[in-house]
DNA sequence: TAAACGTGGGT
DNA sequence: TACCCAAGTTT
């Protein structure tokens, strides 16, 4: 073993964090969930999704067995739904087969990418094979002092992977770009890999890697309200964005207000303006203005009853704020 | 290849 | 406030 391996394997043997999947042994499949959950997704927001997620759903099986919208409502709040959409998908794919052991394999299945299949396929099958995610990709730029591209750091990772056991490798890399080589202010003094890093002899290592710079357009929207006894006018929402959770009737644009009102044939003047809201999403800054008025004969739902996006929550949080 | 895709926490 | 970014994938 080369002396860059064995310091961060001695490194993370004492600092690990404690995950539910370090503790105990957890299946292949749980593994996988965790890792679909993790994407672009905090540890400490993640863990319960994944506790709640695995509970109801020991194996894939049973993921098939009920419905998408179940999984969608476990998974409100966690974003990017395409992971939820996905990972049924894959539940009902499967049918009574086994989760496939290689990347290769795994890379066929909807929803995981070249890091969920190396992560999934290291971490519960042994595969030697060195995955790449943020922390991998910030750990071997800086290693490096270099900008480099992804294939670059797929070769890197390769070379670095410790392959009598790649599944603990993958996660001591990972988990050094998680609390120590931080994208700002990396702790540089308690590395491990200090001695082989080259950014840490610059005055800046947290240059590398370059950041996005992905800038947010900003958009005007309108919500509309329409309330009764049984609940809201709430409609299960299609396509891309947020496509499986339900929703409020909502609409982009210039003349949003306008084509709200007339597709849902409801009169200027029964409308009352109740607020104000923004919402942010990665990619857009939405300015939302939320309407108000009372169902004639509209089909309701319970809001408790359906699954829904933190954007809407919010909305009813304020329409509901407003009510009292 | 770049943009789309959520949300919440940190600075 | 504004911007960055997190165990990425899809198109």
Redesign the pocket.
Known sequence: MEAAQAALLSWYETNARP?P?RISKVSAWEILL??II????????GLEYWERIRKEYPNPQLMAAKPQERLLQLW????????AR?LYKLACQLGSKPLPQTRDDLLE?????????A?VSSIAFGESVACV???VR?VISRLRAKHLT?KEVQINADQLLYTDRPGEWN?AI??L??TICT???PKCVKCPLQPHCLATQTPTPEEWPA???????KVQATVLIIAGNGGLVLNERE?????GLWGLPYQEGENAQINLLNSLNIEDENITEIGQIT??????KIQITVLLTSSKNHKLTNPRDVPL???DRKVIALYESEAS
């Open positions: 995950l999947w965790a890792e993790l994407q672009q997704t905090r540890m400490e927001t409100q709040g966690c974003g990017y739904y395409a992971r996905n299945l909807p929803g995981i990418g070249t890091y969920t299949a992560a995610d943020g922390n910030r992804n996660q990972m988990e770009g998680s994208p700002r202010k950041s996005r710079k992905v800038k947010q357009k396509g891309k964005i947020l496509g919402h942010d999403f990665s990619h857009k996006a933190t954007l």
